[in-house]
């Protein structure tokens, strides 16, 4: 965990328009998983925690830098967008709970009225109709059943 935890360092010491300009971010994401041999996976945790600590609104501050995330999913293909939720699920449970949990919900919906996420995609998985990517470093299944839980009004909304 040291070296993720350096790498996400190294994305927050990144100016605002840095942080906005999503192939700085990336390029530092790649360098980063070279430099300490991180699954690719990793890179939309790492970047997640790093350009939204807490005093970053992840809900206020998301439009400036989606263009990251959408790079990195596209990099990655259909498992990308797996990886993507997996990411969410770990930086609001195991991360951030406190401090931002509350969000949650309201940050799912933002990624529904934006096309990031299908509402389809969200229902399903919510529903255990679809499983990430149990091959993944970052599958956690009891993180994944406290964020189920925790956006369970957003999903019946949805529904």
Same mark, same amino acid.
């Given at each position: 965990?040291?070296?993720?935890?350096?790498?996400?360092?190294?994305?927050?010491?990144?100016d605002n328009e840095d942080l906005e300009d999503a192939e700085?971010?990336?390029?530092?994401?790649?360098?980063?998983?070279?430099?300490?041999?991180?699954?690719?996976?990793?890179?939309?945790?790492?970047?997640?925690?790093?350009?939204?600590?807490p005093s970053r609104n992840i809900v206020k501050h998301?439009?400036?830098?989606?263009?990251?995330?959408?790079?990195?999913?596209?990099?990655?293909?259909? &498992?990308?967008? =797996?990886? *993507?939720?997996?990411?969410?699920?770990?930086?609001? %449970? @195991?991360?951030? !709970? #406190?401090? /931002?949990?509350?969000?949650?919900?309201?940050?799912?919906?933002?990624?529904?009225?934006?096309? &990031?996420?299908? =509402?389809? *995609?969200?229902?399903?998985?919510?529903?255990?109709? %679809? @499983?990430?990517? !149990? #091959?993944? /470093?970052?599958?956690?299944?009891?993180?994944?059943?406290?964020?189920?839980?925790?956006?369970?009004?957003?999903?019946?909304?949805?529904?």
């Amino acid at each position: 965990m040291f070296f993720i935890d350096k790498l996400i360092g190294r994305i927050r010491k990144l100016d605002n328009e840095d942080l906005e300009d999503a192939e700085t971010v990336v390029a530092q994401l790649n360098q980063g998983k070279l430099e300490f041999n991180l699954p690719v996976d990793f890179l939309h945790f790492v970047a997640l925690c790093g350009i939204f600590p807490p005093s970053r609104n992840i809900v206020k501050h998301w439009k400036k830098s989606e263009d990251v995330f959408l790079m990195l999913v596209k990099k990655e293909g259909k &498992i990308g967008i =797996d990886h *993507f939720m997996q990411s969410l699920v770990l930086y609001f %449970i @195991r991360v951030y !709970k #406190e401090e /931002l949990q509350k969000y949650a919900p309201t940050f799912m919906k933002k990624l529904v009225d934006e096309n &990031i996420l299908k =509402d389809k *995609f969200i229902i399903d998985w919510s529903d255990k109709n %679809i @499983r990430l990517d !149990k #091959e993944s /470093l970052l599958y956690d299944k009891k993180a994944e059943k406290q964020f189920r839980d925790m956006i369970e009004q957003f999903v019946e909304w949805l529904k």
